[in-house]
Structures are given as structure tokens and as C-alpha cells.
Nanobody, 121 residues
Framework: QVRLVESGGGLVQPGGSLRLSCAASGSIFSLNVMGWYRQAPGEQRELVATIASGGDTNYAEAVKGRFTISRDNAKNTVYLQMNSLKPEDTAVYYC???????????????WGQGTQVTVSS
């Protein structure tokens, strides 16, 4: 079992910045893709950004040029640096990863509990 713990959410004014962190722990043989998703009230959960174990990244169009995803493989941690935040970025942000518990298992998806990001003046 893999546990994801997020931190770094909060209230920020438009144009401000926040950095989210997500640490994976538990029975981890390997961590594959890690990423961030978000869900605003009344909306479906949507992709924000993903990063492969080798460092390849993928971003939603709405955040390109403003958000940067990175990871520290030694710490099993993924980060999301969010700059130039807009009110429409307000949502609960969820960490996601695909991990293998041992060499015999295929990758399984795991989710964090979510952290609230509110962009408002």
C-alpha cells in the first residue's frame, strides 16, 4: 500500500505563488508517473500536470507557462510550483501516482487526500 501526503495549499491573492508538495510512503518497489489533478466545486477532476520517472512532463493548456512540476526520486516526492495564480485556479488539488509494491505487481494508481488552493483578493 502506498500513502500520499500533500502539503502547501492555502489562500493566495491573484498573481501570487504557491508550492505544493506530495510525499509517497509505504510499500514502494517503484514509482512511475506522478502528477497533480484538481477539482473545482461542481466540476470534474482534471489533469494539471504529470511527470514520468525519467523527468518527462505534461501540462494542461490552462497552466502551461505558469506551473512547473518536478520530482525528487530519492525522496519519493513530487512538487508543483504555481506562479501567476488566477481565481480560476481555485480548486482542491490532488496528488496522484502509479506505483508498484513489488517486482511481481503491475502499477496501481494511488491518490492523496487533497489540499485546498484558493486564489482570491
Amino acid at each position: 500500500q502506498v500513502r500520499l501526503v500533500e502539503s502547501g495549499g492555502g489562500l493566495v491573492q491573484p498573481g501570487g505563488s504557491l508550492r505544493l508538495s506530495c510525499a509517497a510512503s509505504g510499500s514502494i518497489f517503484s514509482l512511475n508517473v506522478m502528477g497533480w489533478y484538481r477539482q473545482a466545486p461542481g466540476e470534474q477532476r482534471e489533469l494539471v500536470a504529470t511527470i514520468a520517472s525519467g523527468g518527462d512532463t505534461n501540462y494542461a493548456e490552462a497552466v502551461k507557462g505558469r506551473f512547473t512540476i518536478s520530482r525528487d526520486n530519492a525522496k519519493n516526492t513530487v512538487y508543483l510550483q504555481m506562479n501567476s495564480l488566477k481565481p480560476e485556479d481555485t480548486a482542491v488539488y490532488y496528488c496522484n501516482c502509479y506505483a508498484r509494491g513489488n517486482i511481481y505487481q503491475g502499477p496501481k494508481a494511488y491518490w492523496g487526500q487533497g489540499t485546498q488552493v484558493t486564489v482570491s483578493s
